[in-house]
């Protein structure tokens, strides 16, 4: 009988002095018991009065409201993350942990939990190794659990992005291109997949080191996986002059993780410099 009891408060204080006019209860709930309908005492108009089953079910509503609104939110993002469906769906609940993968996953997992530190001090991953070792799935699972706590994501392998600038080029000229090149550009955490499998032409050299250098100056991380060795990698990053550029911005803020195959077992035993890096940094 709070709520009868607030009602009338209110309406006595503004009043003040002894004379204390009632509200005359009218209705009742049936299954709360508090009024539903009352009766004013100055002109006798009925008011409707909410009672608790009723503000219950307004809060659960809004409630439901709010968590729609967010699931539309998230899948939007999702959507505007560049993710195919496949990689919107790599969470880190349905990953097989096995010793193998057990502390990639869980540094992974971690760099989801810090990521505000991370974003502040420009850390990026360089994810690469042989193929199978579940590199890209982890990345994903990376921008999924991030895109759920509201962070800005693009993930997308090189070669689709390639061909979405090129795409976007032929479908709405130089605009086109500049827009998608500036949310691939500015997004708080982009997420490279398989580089070195797309391609290498002048063009594509000169327009990854124009994406990873202007990330790497404006302090935005970015993931990396690639199934290249680094020595590779610093190679299909050459330009034509022979100059790394490309490579060199890249380690430059990238950690490099590197995820050792199974038949690898007794090398990583072996202290590993950049695994120890990476679960320093978080
Ligand atoms: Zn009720």
Same mark, same amino acid.
């Given at each position: 009988?709070?709520?009868?009891?607030?009602?009338? /408060?209110?309406?006595?204080?503004?009043?003040?002095?002894?004379?204390? #006019?009632?509200?005359?209860?009218?209705?009742?709930?049936?299954?709360?018991?508090? #009024?539903?309908?009352?009766?004013?005492?100055?002109?006798?108009?009925?008011?409707? +009065?909410?009672?608790?089953?009723?503000?219950?079910?307004?809060?659960?509503?809004?409630? @439901?409201?709010?968590? %729609?609104? @967010?699931?539309?939110?998230?899948?939007?993002?999702?959507?505007?993350?560049?993710?195919?469906?496949?990689?919107?769906?790599?969470?880190?609940?349905?990953?097989?942990?096995?010793?193998?993968?057990?502390?990639?996953?869980?540094?992974?997992?971690?760099?989801?939990?810090?990521? %505000?530190?991370?974003?502040? %001090?420009?850390?990026?991953?360089?994810?690469?190794?042989?193929?199978?070792? /579940?590199?890209?799935?982890?990345?994903?699972?990376? @921008?999924?659990?991030?895109?759920?706590?509201?962070?800005?994501?693009? !993930?997308?392998?090189?070669?689709?992005?390639?061909?979405?600038?090129?795409?976007?080029? $032929?479908?709405?000229?130089?605009? =086109?291109?500049?827009?998608?090149?500036?949310?691939?550009?500015? %997004?708080?955490?982009?997420?490279?997949?398989?580089? =070195? !499998?797309?391609?290498?032409?002048?063009?594509?050299?000169?327009?990854?080191?124009?994406?990873?250098?202007?990330?790497?100056?404006?302090?935005?991380?970015?993931? +990396?996986?690639?199934?290249?060795?680094?020595?590779?990698?610093?190679?299909?990053?050459?330009?034509?002059?022979?100059?790394? $550029? !490309?490579?060199? $911005?890249?380690?430059?803020?990238?950690?490099?993780?590197?995820?050792?195959?199974?038949?690898?077992?007794?090398?990583? @035993?072996?202290?590993?410099?950049?695994?120890?890096?990476?679960?320093?940094?978080?």
């Amino acid at each position: 009988m709070e709520s009868i009891k607030n009602i009338m /408060g209110m309406t006595t204080q503004t009043l003040g002095g002894d004379e204390k #006019p009632k509200f005359t209860v009218l209705e009742c709930c049936e299954i709360c018991g508090e #009024p539903t309908k009352m009766q004013e005492p100055f002109l006798g108009k009925e008011v409707g +009065v909410k009672c608790r089953c009723f503000r219950e079910q307004q809060e659960k509503e809004e409630k @439901a409201r709010l968590i %729609a609104e @967010a699931e539309y939110e998230r899948r939007k993002a999702k959507t505007n993350s560049l993710m195919d469906e496949k990689a919107q769906s790599a969470v880190f609940e349905n990953l097989t942990i096995d010793d193998d993968n057990k502390k990639y996953i869980q540094a992974a997992e971690n760099y989801c939990v810090h990521w %505000a530190e991370n974003y502040k %001090a420009n850390r990026g991953l360089l994810f690469y190794g042989g193929t199978g070792r /579940g590199k890209t799935t982890i990345a994903f699972c990376i @921008a999924n659990r991030l895109i759920n706590n509201g962070i800005g994501v693009k !993930a997308i392998t090189v070669n689709a992005m390639i061909q979405r600038v090129k795409d976007s080029f $032929r479908n709405n000229g130089e605009n =086109g291109e500049t827009a998608l090149k500036a949310e691939i550009k500015e %997004a708080a955490l982009l997420i490279l997949d398989d580089l =070195g !499998a797309e391609l290498k032409t002048e063009w594509s050299t000169c327009f990854l080191y124009e994406i990873i250098d202007e990330r790497y100056r404006s302090g935005k991380p970015t993931i +990396v996986t690639t199934n290249l060795t680094l020595k590779q990698l610093r190679e299909h990053l050459t330009d034509k002059n022979g100059i790394p $550029r !490309a490579f060199d $911005r890249l380690v430059e803020g990238l950690t490099p993780v590197e995820f050792q195959c199974r038949n690898y077992r007794k090398e990583q @035993a072996k202290a590993n410099k950049s695994d120890y890096d990476f679960f320093t940094v978080y």
